[in-house]
């Protein structure tokens, strides 16, 4: 009986022993996955921080960027010319022809004249002397000139701010769904990225046509032939505008009357005489001699001449 009991107690203590031995092992193990994962959290917090530190700052000392555009209606003696000089005048400047149209136009007068209407870029700095050789065009005073300048330095500033946070936030996203497992972080991760480059690209599509306006001037163009463009003078004073309408219908006036004369005969006089001419005749003939026939029955009888027989 005591030798089972020392048995029992035996294998009892050999198997608390076992049991202790078996919770150090697994203590040192929990531990150790537990720092693990700390340390995977702790460097993806670090390189998440060290991304968005090591992103560049938004440039606050941009210069200013200012959009100059010009717009002239001249009169020219030949539009079409003009617009071929104005087309080589942005080659010269190394800038380039944004559009060119010819057209014609009738005037008052019934007269056809050209018209051109031309577009150029000119680099901004050469863009005073695009305008005063566009000038040296004109066989009159300017008849319009317009230049007007619009600050864009604000909104471009605005533009890069937001450019630098979205490709920082692309740089994340990338490395999210780099390290994803599962489909649905993925392909959440992927729309997420696919948003964020699609404002990437409109943004440099509004900072790129910034750029170009800035640095590339618009020149906008009419050239108007010379007698256009020509006002109205008798005996070198200029006519006011009622005066010059007065003296244009005055014109048209003569003009219909002219017209009006040209057909009645050519046309309408050679219809009268043909239709009515013999009828009239006849009548007058008859007229004329009934009234000879009348003027004789009225005369007295000559007087009987001496030595004549009555």
């Not at 993806?44 to 941009?62: I, K, L, Q, R």
């Not at 450019?163 to 996203?173: D, H, S, V, Y």
């Not at 020149?219 to 007698?227: H, M, N, T, Y």
């Amino acid at each position: 009986m005591k030798l089972k009991m020392i048995l029992l107690i035996s294998i009892m203590a050999l198997a608390l022993a076992s049991c202790d031995a078996r919770s150090e092992e697994l203590a040192p193990m929990a531990i150790e996955e537990i720092y693990v994962e700390r340390e995977v959290a702790e460097s993806s917090y670090g390189s998440n921080a060290d991304m968005v530190a090591s992103a560049p700052a938004p440039d606050t000392t941009v210069e200013r960027m200012v959009i100059q555009n010009a717009s002239l209606s001249i009169a020219v003696d030949n539009p079409d010319a003009s617009m071929e000089r104005v087309k080589e005048l942005a080659d010269e400047l190394n800038g380039y022809v944004v559009s060119a149209d010819m057209y014609q136009t009738t005037l008052d007068s019934g007269a056809t004249v050209l018209h051109a209407a031309v577009s150029i870029r000119v680099p901004s700095e050469k863009l005073n002397d695009a305008i005063e050789t566009i000038k040296d065009e004109a066989t009159q005073p300017v008849i319009s000139e317009n230049i007007t300048s619009q600050d864009v330095t604000a909104d471009y500033v605005d533009l890069s701010s937001r450019l630098t946070n979205l490709e920082a936030t692309e740089i994340q996203l990338q490395k999210i769904m780099d390290e994803a497992v599962k489909t649905e972080d993925v392909l959440a991760v992927y729309s997420r990225l696919v948003d964020v480059r699609g404002q990437i690209e409109v943004i440099k599509g509004q900072m790129k046509y910034y750029e170009e306006s800035a640095r590339l001037s618009m020149v906008s163009v009419e050239l108007i032939a010379d007698e256009a463009a020509q006002p109205l003078t008798i005996g070198g004073w200029q006519l006011n505008e009622e005066a010059e309408k007065a003296v244009r219908a005055l014109e048209r006036a003569v003009k219909w009357l002219a017209k009006a004369a040209i057909w009645i005969f050519i046309t309408i006089l050679p219809v009268v005489l043909l239709v009515f001419g013999p009828p009239a005749l006849i009548v007058w003939l008859i007229w004329r001699r009934r009234s000879r026939q009348k003027k004789a029955a009225q005369l007295p009888p000559d007087p009987l001449i001496p030595g004549q027989k009555g």
